[in-house]
């Protein structure tokens, strides 16, 4: 955890986003009929987990054909601070890009991915956008500000590095934004599931106005076209997102 001895000597911001978690309506499904968020198996540790990111929808579906059906479409799910309650693992990037050796531009081939790690329950996902980004909007945005004093610390310098190249080609941005790793179920109860944004092809589903009926959250629609993938509804998520954050007072 070398990087968390740099990151833990600064300050959260007063104000938290929120953990989001992305899926297609077809497990989305499910998720609400069984009421719980079940873990998934996961190729890069070897166990089922599920992961999530910190304010950014950052996940997003490779399919690069039209949706055609409304299950295809993306869903995302927006969980309060309660959920750090059932950490696993905590990291300033996406894991899964780390393992495909996506950002060897960035890293020494010695580094490993448990120098990166930061303990959870710690607000350690507000130091990180302290120390690299000053505060959530540019965290938001992916602008990292100037970092100097750092002799020696190479996974700080890493991280920066990481951040300031705007250079999409090797990895994505979710290179830019912290991810949560859970082993535990998740109950969707009002206690962890802050608000839903699901696809209007879907907003009259049966099993949608029973769960609405029944839990206390906030469910938001967005327009979907089958003719377009589901990755061009990337942006759309993240402007709604971004004015939900708003709305909470974090952005």
């Known amino acids: 955890m070398r990087l968390y001895q740099w990151v833990k000597g600064f300050a959260p911001p007063a104000e938290k986003l929120r953990w989001v978690h992305t899926t297609d309506a077809f497990a989305f499904r499910a998720i609400l009929e069984q009421r719980v968020l079940t873990p998934q198996e996961c190729k890069v540790f070897g166990d089922p987990l599920t992961y999530l990111f910190y304010g950014r929808p950052a996940y997003r579906f490779n399919r690069r054909d039209n949706m055609r059906s409304s299950y295809h479409a993306p869903v995302v799910l927006i969980f309060r601070e309660r959920i750090l309650d059932h950490t ?6 996406d894991t899964g890009a780390f393992k ?3 950002y060897d531009t960035w890293l020494h081939k010695g580094m490993e991915l448990e120098s990166f790690e930061y ?4 607000g350690n996902e507000g130091k990180h956008v302290t120390a690299f980004y000053g505060g959530n909007h540019r965290y938001w945005n992916g602008e990292g500000i100037a970092i100097g004093n750092i002799s020696g610390e190479y996974e700080v310098e ?3 590095d990481m951040i300031s190249d705007k250079n999409m080609n ?4 979710r290179r830019l934004v912290v991810e949560l790793l859970v082993k535990d179920d998740i109950p969707l109860t009002a206690d962890y599931l802050e608000a839903i944004y699901v696809p209007s092809s879907i907003k009259d589903a049966e099993f949608l106005k029973i769960f609405e009926k029944d839990v206390n959250v906030s ?5 979907a076209n089958g003719m377009k993938p589901a990755i061009e509804y990337q942006a759309l998520l993240e402007h ?12």
């Not at 303990?119 to 710690?122: A, H, L, M, N, T």
């Not at 090797?170 to 941005?173: E, G, T, Y």
């Not at 469910?219 to 327009?223: A, I, K, L, Q």
């Open 219 to 223: 469910v938001y629609t967005y327009p």
């Open 158 to 160: 890493a991280v920066r």
């Open 100 to 102: 495909g050796k996506r």
């Open 88 to 93: 696993f693992r905590l990291f300033p990037f």
């Open 170 to 173: 090797v990895a994505d941005d």
């Open 240 to 251: 709604f997102l971004s004015e939900f954050h708003e709305d909470m007072g974090a952005l």
């Open 119 to 122: 303990p959870g329950k710690e």
